[in-house]
């Protein structure tokens, strides 16, 4: 059992700020990692005596857990921060990480499963449930472990939805919030889960004293399925949105902290050295004097990727003005391709490209310009060329692709967005909005978007630049956090 420590404020989430890889004399190399939570730890400083507690993902992160001192990480390799990493057992990682998170509550809240098919909740299925249950327990022994006397605790996410509740039983002193980055599923959609299963997961959210979303819509499905599920009292505000959940003697409040794209950090990087030579080689690669359609995303379902190379093959078949004269430059970086769906999605991607690139490729143009090596610096450069941005997924707890593009672009960017992206509550107005599913419909804003005029292509992305930029990282962070110390 780990040293007791006295953490004031604690985070949990699966990956940490640091992952390691295995050097071949076997010395550990770490590479530290970015995002909100990083931003939001580093703005309260090391001095806080915060403390963050992930999970090992691979081989190298278990071998640096078990050379640390009960997986308390070395703070060089952190960044000053407190980290403490868990060497979960590789099986039961990979059922809980896998099995249910990614392959069960992810397709839930996505509305991703093909129903007449699947899911399928078999006996395997009640294994990996119980190695998310085993996996989530181990979190919540661990902050148990670490927290002080009446600490604030951040949990973080789908993988950790039981931690709330186990926690809660472990150490009924602590101030305890969790925060969805996905979006939340309706309860008639939501209740596809085993019946046990779907309650659980919402008991273990209200677990704790405060349960936050990415948007008031996600928060208001999150207390329909706890008021159809568990049949619990949802509390509304003044203006009729849901305020809490009382059930079974207490009240979790719910909140909403939209986060937002970071404005230094993105204006700053993209005018860095690489970033100018991925510019300049992504120029060449276009041509002179066209228009480009950009597209930033991992290969992961929700993201829709297929249906936006559809539109736009539409487009060129419609609109054939537009041949030679746009580029859709789509960077489709593989996910999770340790799950089979994941893989064929991939090359769906890559096939359809292909497709389209032969029907309507010239000597002199490729109509269609994919990349699929994750690389951050030509992103950045794809970001400050677009003179559209497609941002269509099915379903999106926010998607900071539709926020940083407006912050980076040079000439003004038209925005092409999802109304199912968490995003479109706060962009909405100032974007060419599409039914993710009507390739027809995509193909036609994609059209409006390219003849969009300069002058309102740059008023708009100002608008846009704005709303995506109202709560950075850091203040994210910083807002769930004071609104946990602040609770009643």
């Not at 829709?304 to 030679?324: D, F, H, M, S």
């Not at 970086?333 to 991939?346: E, G």
């Not at 593009?405 to 107005?429: K, T």
């Not at 039914?435 to 309102?456: I, K, Q």
């Amino acid at each position: 059992m780990a040293v007791e420590r006295s953490a004031p404020i604690l985070v949990a989430s699966n990956r940490g700020p640091v992952s390691y890889a295995l050097d071949e004399d076997g010395s550990l190399v770490p590479k530290r990692g970015g995002g909100g939570l990083v931003s939001g730890l580093s703005a309260i400083g090391p001095d806080a005596g915060a403390v963050w507690v992930c999970a090992a993902l691979g081989d190298g992160d278990r071998e640096a857990a078990r050379r640390a001192g009960a997986g308390h990480l070395d703070p060089e390799h952190t960044g000053g921060q407190q980290v403490r990493m868990l060497d979960i057992a590789p099986d039961v990682f990979a059922a809980a990480y896998n099995g249910v998170a990614n392959s069960v509550l992810w397709f839930v809240h996505h509305l991703l499963y093909q129903t007449p098919v699947e899911p399928v909740f078999d006996a395997e299925f009640r294994a990996q449930w119980a190695a998310y249950e085993t996996y989530n327990a181990a979190f919540a022994d661990a902050l148990a472990q670490e927290a002080a006397e009446g600490a604030v605790v951040l949990v973080q996410d789908y993988h950790l939805a039981l931690v709330p509740g186990l926690l809660r039983a472990r150490r009924p002193d602590l101030r305890i919030g969790h925060f969805s980055h996905t979006p939340w599923a309706p309860p008639d959609y939501y209740r596809l889960l085993p019946d046990d299963v779907a309650a659980g997961v919402l008991r273990g959210i209200l677990g704790g004293d405060r349960a936050a979303f990415l948007t008031g819509r996600w928060a208001a499905a999150f207390a329909d399925c706890c008021a159809a599920v568990l049949g619990a009292e949802v509390v509304r505000g003044t203006d009729g949105s849901a305020a809490a959940v009382r059930f079974e003697g207490r009240e979790t409040r719910l909140g909403v902290h939209g986060l937002g794209a970071d404005a230094d950090f993105l204006r700053e990087r993209s005018r860095a050295a690489d970033v100018d030579e991925r510019l300049a080689a992504l120029r060449e690669q276009i041509g002179p004097g066209r228009k480009t359609i950009v597209r930033v995303d991992r290969t992961e379902l929700s993201k829709n990727i297929v249906r936006g190379l559809l539109a736009y093959r539409r487009l060129l078949e419609t609109r054939p003005e537009w041949r030679e004269r746009v580029v859709h430059v789509a960077f489709a970086y593989p996910s999770r391709q340790d799950l089979a769906v994941y893989r064929d999605y991939t090359e769906r991607v890559r096939v359809l490209a292909e497709e389209i690139n032969a029907e309507y490729g010239t000597e002199g143009w490729q109509p269609v310009a994919l990349h699929v090596k994750d690389d951050f610096a030509r992103s950045l450069a794809a970001y400050r060329l677009a003179d559209v941005a497609l941002v269509n997924p099915i379903r999106d707890g926010m998607n900071l692709v539709a926020k940083e593009v407006p912050v980076v672009s040079e000439r003004g960017c038209a925005l092409v967005l999802s109304r199912e992206a968490g995003a479109y509550e706060e962009l909405g107005a100032h974007a060419v909005v599409v039914n993710p599913y009507d390739v027809e419909g995509t193909a036609r804003a994609l059209d409006e978007a390219l003849r969009t005029p300069e002058d309102e292509r740059a008023d708009r992305t100002k608008q846009l630049a704005a709303a995506a930029t109202a709560l950075p990282p850091r203040d994210w962070f910083l807002a769930q956090l004071r609104a946990l110390q602040d609770a009643p």
